[in-house]
């Protein structure tokens, strides 16, 4: 076998092959979840700018990106099960502890607008969940 051919088969083997339609749903799911998480999130941003302060909104901000970030680290440990893992490690459950221990420690937050922020996407999941039992338009 010539350099080249062993290079191209090598090159072949390392290529991601297309993703299986369970796993495209599965992105797809990944994509609408976040996109309904930063709604909500501004939504309630706004809210409570409106009717409480600055200051407690952007408590509830930190939380909510907090969150965010907590709800892609546990869809790549989703997405790993199975291909690398048997299964879902403990490192999205750090982000969470890591929020309360600064929120507790730094006298500028507010535990409570945190630990909501950091619950939108619960919310999320909720929506989603009732979208999903509603009956589709048939039209």
């Known amino acids: 076998m010539s350099t080249s ?3 191209n088969t ?8 297309e993703p299986s339609a369970s796993m495209q749903e599965f992105y ?5 979840l976040l996109l309904i998480t ?3 999130t501004a939504g309630i941003f706004i809210f409570v700018w ?3 302060s600055l200051n407690i909104a952007l408590n509830y901000l930190l939380g909510a990106c907090t969150g965010v970030v ?7 440990n989703v997405e790993r099960l199975g291909q690398e893992n048997n299964r879902i490690g403990k490192s999205h459950l750090a982000i969470f502890i890591g929020l309360i221990i600064v929120a507790t420690q730094w006298n500028q937050l507010h535990v409570m607008p945190v630990f909501l922020g950091f619950l939108t996407y619960k ?7 009732f979208r999903s039992l509603m009956p589709s338009d048939p039209r």
Do not use: N
């Open 70 to 76: 907590y709800l892609k680290v546990l869809a790549r």
């Open 123 to 129: 919310g999320t999941l909720l929506i989603y969940m």
């Open 5 to 7: 051919e062993s290079e």
């Open 28 to 32: 797809q799911l990944q994509q609408e």
């Open 10 to 17: 090598s090159q072949t083997q390392t290529l991601p092959s």
């Open 38 to 40: 930063l709604a909500l």
């Open 50 to 52: 409106v009717f409480y």
